[in-house]
């Protein structure tokens, strides 16, 4: 087991989830990255050290971007959760003013 950690941008989204079956799905995939960490795509380029898992949900993708801390307690850092609809820009958006 990983130790989890939500930044704000996708702890405010998962909280403003209104439906109960997308809520679990969301909870479901984040179960299992804290069970293997590496089951996302890791991206290159800007995004590189980044992490990505969808799902579909009622017709609809969506995307979980996270990255893995590997210090003595290796932790899952979850930092962007959202439809896929501009879920890239909106993410290099955030590691820009992250660095």
Not at 17 to 28: G, M, P, T, V, Y
Not at 62 to 81: D, S
Not at 88 to 95: G, P, Q, T
């Amino acid at each position: 087991m990983h130790k989890l950690i939500i930044l704000p941008p996708a702890a405010h989204f998962l909280k403003n989830i209104k439906e109960k079956h997308l809520k679990l799905a969301f909870q479901k995939v984040i179960n299992d990255i804290i069970q293997n960490p590496y089951i996302g795509e890791p991206k290159t380029g800007d995004l590189s050290g980044i992490y990505c898992c969808d799902f579909f949900y009622n017709k609809t993708n969506y995307e979980l971007a996270y990255t893995i801390i590997e210090k003595n307690v290796e932790t899952v850092v979850v930092i962007l959760a959202g439809t896929r609809e501009n879920f890239y820009d909106a993410l290099k958006r955030y590691m820009k003013n992250f660095k």
